[in-house]
């Protein structure tokens, strides 16, 4: 006992030199500062669990319909796996994260570290990995613990896909309707829809012959559509409702709302026989002209002198005009060019020192159609817009007027009275078609997306299996001819999303190889040819998980580099930097690793009293 008392005095002595005491870990004995539990790190590590209070195991709910996932009471939002947005919206279901303080005393708890874990593609499981730190003693010890947290994916349909298949269930029609022979203007549209997104919220698309109807479920969606229609194309639109029911108690009535929504009539590549106001009014233009492209407005050229032009969309719809010749395939003739001869500016002295950008895009082509080639020497010389694009053998689309019978009168009588030109070119051909091969859509070297659309029921008589054979022929040929102007178009390229063709690409790159061989030639430089710059990679045509192994099996992934953004592991979250454990390191990863201690106060005097304690 005189030993015990005599030594309280020595400990307090030396503290009292400015040297703190120490006592024996209860469970090592090593010696460590005084703390509340006597305890060393490494056995509160060893004998802690810092994850308590946090669960392992969640459940995410996800539509099958759209792919979108439940975020809070009828709110769904739409993730990339691996993504950002998904990683936050699984912290948000781990409960235990945002607790203050346990009810068992532990220390706040603070997220270090978050990573995807691979899990199979059918498990319907997501697993990330945790890293979290806790203070555990009240005298600062930190501990810091790894941990796997499971989310079980379960199918829940949302309100707007319940609603798709329930009866009667839209509120607003939005009928899109134009008055032409063919569905080109429709397929740009479609593609215009496409890459802005126009169509979420759609609950159902159908297709007609003359147009497109969208079915929304409510009155907002629908205006945001037709706000998006306005800026594209030129249109009026017509509303009508229709009273559904009425509640006498509550004065509520319950509508169903059409909008018909009427696209111009004029095309792209169209030949019109402007009026003389409206040609005077877009500065005292040619009134023969084609239509060059359509957007909110319609921009024209003249195809003899190259001035274009743009007719406001109120301006058309005050006096709407038909085209004299519409882009119809009947209507086009072939033609190989045979020379050319440029046009230059008119300020120029002399052809020599004319550089490039003085340079007109005029050009004399001298050209003769296709099927009189062997037959007759019958040549055509006229002036064209594209002749900078031209070269000797190449082969065009036009319209021949020499023997064409106009519509209108105005214009019939000026093509008489020998006003016209023989000849008016539309565009140039590219590829295969250029050549007349047979497989030439099978060797384009780029694709679509398409819309998820149905088949409207149109009224019809017998015979509607021939019939639907007529319309299948006739909506491939809309197909094929759209497809031509996006070769022939790099500004109508530049509004649409276009995706490399797997199919098409060894060819291409073989092309490009006999191309670099050949000499180049400045004069003849065409800015309107698709490169593969343009094209976008890994257009996934088929969602089904089975896709790729599919297409493995079919022998259509030889070139692995070009799906290699179906198969790779971990780059969505590379792309949004989020750390990923990789297929084989899932193998060996542990569901909850041994807690490590903290040296040194991380947290600082500031987080460890946020609670005010």
């Not at 020595?10 to 305890?39: D, K, Y």
């Not at 199918?155 to 269930?169: D, I, K, L, P, S």
């Not at 082509?365 to 594209?386: F, K, Q, W, Y």
């Not at 759209?482 to 390229?493: K, T």
Request: glycine share 8%; charged share 30%; aromatic share 6%.
């Amino acid at each position: 006992m005189m030993d015990v008392c005599t030594s309280i005095p020595s400990s307090a002595a030396t503290a009292s030199a400015g040297t703190s005491a120490t006592i024996l870990c209860c469970m090592c004995a090593a010696p460590i500062s005084p703390n509340p539990s006597n305890t060393c790190s490494s056995c509160l590590a060893s004998s802690t669990d810092v994850t308590r209070g946090i669960s392992t195991e969640a459940t995410l709910h996800q539509c099958r319909g759209c792919s979108r996932w439940h975020q809070s009471e009828g709110k769904w939002i739409g993730c990339d796996l691996e993504s950002r947005e998904l990683m936050a919206l699984c912290l948000v279901n781990v409960s235990g994260l945002k607790k203050k303080r346990n009810d068992d005393g532990g220390g706040r708890v603070r997220l270090v570290d978050a990573a995807w874990v691979w899990t199979e593609p059918h498990s319907m499981r997501l697993k990330i990995r945790l890293t979290i730190q806790r203070e555990v003693t009240s005298g600062g010890a930190i501990l810091q613990q790894s941990f796997v947290v499971t989310f079980v994916v379960r199918n829940q349909q949302c309100v707007e896909c319940q609603a798709a298949f329930r009866q009667g269930t839209w509120k607003n029609l939005v009928q899109v309707r134009q008055r032409v022979g063919h569905k080109r203007t429709f397929l740009y549209l479609e593609q215009l829809i496409l890459k802005h997104g126009a169509h979420r919220g759609c609950l159902s698309i159908e297709t007609f012959k003359d147009g497109m109807d969208f079915y929304f479920p409510d009155k907002g969606k629908a205006a945001r559509f037709m706000s998006f229609l306005e800026d594209v194309v030129p249109l009026k639109v017509k509303s009508s409702k229709k009273l559904i029911g009425t509640d006498d108690k509550s004065n509520v009535s319950n509508y169903k709302y059409t909008s018909l929504v009427e696209i111009c009539t004029l095309c792209k590549d169209d030949l019109l026989f402007l009026p003389k106001a409206v040609a005077r009014h877009i500065g005292n233009i040619s009134r023969l002209v084609l239509v060059k492209n359509i957007t909110n407005v319609i921009h024209v050229i003249d195809p003899i002198t190259g001035q274009t032009g743009t007719i406001e969309s109120d301006a058309y719809w005050r006096d709407p005009f038909r085209p004299v010749i519409t882009a119809a395939r009947t209507r086009l003739t072939r033609y190989v060019v045979l020379g050319k001869e440029p046009v230059y500016l008119e300020r120029n002295a002399s052809r020599k020192g004319v550089s490039k950008k003085q340079r007109s895009k005029l050009a004399l082509i001298t050209s003769a159609r296709e099927s009189d080639l062997g037959t007759n020497d019958s040549t055509l010389v006229e002036r064209s817009h594209l002749g900078y694009l031209m070269k000797g053998g190449d082969v065009c689309l036009g319209y021949d007027l020499r023997e064409t019978q106009l519509v209108d009168d105005d214009a019939e009588e000026a093509r008489t009275d020998g006003k016209f030109p023989d000849v008016v070119y539309v565009r140039k051909l590219y590829g295969g078609v250029a050549a007349g091969e047979s497989d030439a859509a099978r060797k384009r070297m780029f694709r679509l997306q398409r819309l998820n659309v149905k088949k409207g029921d149109e009224e019809g008589g017998g015979g509607r299996r021939k019939k639907a054979k007529k319309d299948a022929e006739t909506d491939h040929m809309d197909e094929e001819d759209f497809l031509q102007e996006l070769e022939a178009d790099r500004e109508m390229r530049a509004r649409v999303n276009i995706y490399k063709s797997d199919t098409a690409l060894k060819e291409e790159r073989n092309d490009e190889r006999d191309e670099d061989d050949g000499d180049e030639n400045d004069e003849d430089e065409d800015d309107q040819k698709i490169t593969l710059d343009e094209l976008l990679d890994n257009l996934a045509l088929d969602s089904k998980p089975d896709a790729v192994e599919d297409a493995a099996m079919q022998g259509d992934m030889t070139n692995s580099d070009e799906f290699q953004g179906f198969v790779e592991e971990g780059a969505r979250a590379a792309k949004d930097k989020i750390g990923y454990v990789s297929r084989d390191e899932a193998l060996n990863i542990q569901a909850k690793e041994t807690a490590i201690p903290v040296v040194g106060n991380v947290w600082g005097e500031d987080f460890m009293h946020k609670d005010g304690k």
